[in-house]
């Protein structure tokens, strides 16, 4: 479900974020958009772009300036399968850009776990799945279109604009607003998906041949338990075997989603029962194996509301990290109801990617939505931070720009492109100022 834009007041889709721009527009093409972007400036106001507010920080706020809405710009400009390569408007969604690409026998590389953001929100905040080999949306793309803050249109890439695209590729919304992506692609594939039930402990002590021997592994912890939720994905000749449509239904709608809601609705009326919820739910995922198109396997509907906040940490140190969080759950007071989810990444050379010259492993925590945090989040960023943890540009941290200049190598670059292309600060809001500097 998109986030819900109003007259006066915009909210994104976990609840927890909301601004009150002066002005909202939805552009039609992109010299509607830097018009927009002129205008903002004769006036002095602020711009920022939402897609489909499915970032957990103030990362889109426009309080006070001009709120940029996507749908106006969502046509597909070129789709060249011989270069393999697509182009796009900013505010086409992710599940239409998976359904356009199937239908041409295309794919992306790798994606996240949902695909209902914007191609500009998602490769912009980091939006990123898991994999050996294949690294975050944002690395995947080849060229962009971007208005910058006086207005004008500039096409980049690795050899047009070079440092432009270096830092645009994953921008936070700080140097531009994106009109258009130009993402590389390759023939479509299937993905051969197996699900397992595995213990904590054997989990870690696998975890360096789990990632290794599969394309695409990751596991779910549910706190207060020994128990994991483990899923590998690698590329398959087929034939598909996709699930069976009401066995799908049942567990990765229903099960997954109706009945996730109820327990966790229970579990924050009455925390004492989420040890027990907490119990059960990890014996409610089966071990499963299905074949079926890239994009299927990758994303899965989430209708549960929550809070999430998430770190990338050096992967030597990933096992270290987890062993330490259990404990740290163990010896607290605290009724967490959602798993821990955990994930990988290869280096890739973005300069403010959470993998930014360096193998990543992702642990994410999350809160049912109006549950007290209880000092959850507080004490997981502390642990994140003590291993030079980066977090998430679109998920719950308190990190600042001191803290960020040591951990991101090319921090220095970004802020200086930014000094560059917008001094008068067009596109920032409180969020950009303390991740960023002022």
């Not at 834009?5 to 002066?22: C, D, H, L, M």
């Not at 690698?234 to 699930?243: K, T």
Request: charged share 20%.
């Amino acid at each position: 479900m998109p986030a819900t834009v109003t007259a006066g007041r915009w909210t994104n889709w976990a609840g927890n974020q909301s601004a009150e721009p002066a002005q909202v527009v939805a552009p039609g093409s992109t010299e509607e958009l830097a018009a927009v972007v002129r205008q903002a400036a004769e006036r002095g106001r602020t711009v920022k772009a939402v897609g489909s507010g499915h970032s957990f920080t103030a990362i889109a706020s426009a309080g006070g300036g001009v709120l940029v809405r996507p749908e106006g710009l969502c046509a597909v400009r070129e789709l060249d399968r011989a270069a393999g390569v697509v182009t796009v408007e900013a505010g086409l969604p992710l599940a239409k850009l998976n359904r356009l690409l199937a239908t041409a026998g295309l794919s992306l590389t790798n994606m996240g776990d949902i695909d209902v953001q914007t191609v500009a929100g998602a490769t912009s905040t980091g939006t990123h799945g898991t994999g050996r080999d294949s690294a975050s949306l944002a690395a995947q793309i080849k060229a962009v279109e971007i208005v910058l803050a006086d207005g004008t249109v500039h096409h980049c890439s690795a050899t047009e604009e070079p440092e432009l695209f270096a830092g645009a590729r994953l921008g936070l919304g700080a140097l531009g607003v994106l009109s258009a992506i130009t993402f590389g692609v390759e023939p479509a594939f299937l993905l051969a998906a197996h699900e397992q039930p595995m213990g904590f402990a054997e989990v870690l002590d696998r975890f360096e041949e789990l990632t290794s021997v599969n394309e695409h592994f990751e596991f779910y912890w549910f706190p207060h338990t020994e128990r994991c939720s483990t899923k590998r994905n690698n590329r398959s000749q087929g034939p598909a075997a996709p699930l069976p449509t009401a066995k799908a239904w049942l567990e990765d709608d229903f099960l997954s989603n109706t009945v996730w809601e109820g327990a966790c609705r229970i579990g924050r009326a009455f925390p004492r029962s989420v040890p027990t919820i907490a119990a059960v739910a990890s014996r409610a995922w089966s071990e499963r194996s299905y074949t079926d198109t890239a994009y299927k396997v990758f994303t899965s509907p989430r209708k549960v509301r929550f809070i999430e906040m998430e770190y990338a940490v050096p992967r030597a140190a990933a096992t270290e990290v987890l062993r330490e969080l259990k404990a740290l759950v163990e010896r607290s007071r605290w009724r967490i109801s959602f798993p821990v989810e955990v994930r990988c990444a290869p280096a890739d050379d973005l300069w403010l990617s959470t993998a930014s010259g360096r193998d990543t492993v992702y642990i994410a925590v999350h809160l049912y939505r109006g549950t007290a945090e209880q000092g959850y989040f507080t004490a997981v960023e502390q642990l994140m931070t003590a291993h030079q943890g980066r977090p998430h540009w679109g998920k719950l941290h308190s990190r600042d720009a001191e803290y960020l200049a040591d951990v991101y190598p090319h921090f220095k670059d970004f802020t200086a492109l930014r000094d560059r292309v917008d001094p008068e600060r067009r596109f920032a809001n409180a969020y950009l100022r303390r991740v960023l500097g002022a």
